[in-house]
């Protein structure tokens, strides 16, 4: 069964680390809401969660993929570009090891985060300018280089993450919102896509792609090519530069 970490929100999420955006008001409780119609929407397409403790001192700890990057059987703990975001490393190392994964760690002088990672087959891009740095681009393609991994270094200015710009289809195709994207000659098929949010997809398999309520025209355009949108409204998340793809870490599946 597929399985992915999950940690709520905290008290504090409206205090969370904003960089490319204007600063505008959370709402918590509807946050907390709409964090668990997003466990919800997981459960209800077959995966199952594991919850990562909370963390209540770091706001941004609800962005629990920055945390670490898994490929095969080994997390790659990862160390925050902002430093006040480093003590969420802790417990989700803990967590995913009980999983009965190995883990390994950036270490300093490196930082990673796990927004900047995306993963297509064996072909792993990393984003590099913002949150993650070449030392810890280096450190992990080290570590997945016994695994067969092919990691590739891909430039990020515009956004606070690689996949705050790009994800994937399931085919392979990279997806962006064209302003945004730094490099899209970068990847080996690339597609605009209408809107922001649009560009932001988790993959929950049998052609289903989590993704956020902000863009509908991107919605449908998925619908066309065959594939099933499942939606969710993450608008408190998308005030704090959050998307659908950092709320969890999908572990299999």
Known sequence: MPTALIRRPGARLAEGLVTHIERQPVDVELAIRQWQL??????????TTVEVPPIEECPDSVFIEDT???????????????????????AAAETVQAQGYRITRIADPGTLDGGDVLKIG???????????NAEGIRQLREAFAPL??????????????????????P??????????????EAFERF????????????????????MAASAPKSAALFAELGYAPVVVDISEFEKLEGCVTCLSVRLRG
Request: glycine share 12%.
């Open 38 to 47: 997003y466990v919800d929407a997981l459960h209800s397409t077959g995966w």
């Open 122 to 132: 064996s072909t792993i891009y990393i984003g590099e300018g913002g949150r993650t």
């Open 191 to 210: 597609r605009a896509v209408p809107e922001e949010s649009g560009a932001h997809v988790v993959l929950l398999g049998e052609d289903r792609l989590l």
């Open 148 to 169: 067969g991994a092919d990691v590739r270094s891909v430039p990020v200015r515009k956004v606070l993450h690689l996949k705050s710009a790009v994800t994937a289809l």
């Open 171 to 184: 085919d392979g195709t990279v997806i962006g919102y064209e302003p945004l994207v730094d490099a899209p």
């Open 68 to 90: 670490m990057v898994v490929y095969g059987d080994l997390a790659v703990i990862a160390r925050a570009g902002a430093d006040e975001r480093r003590p969420e490393a802790a």
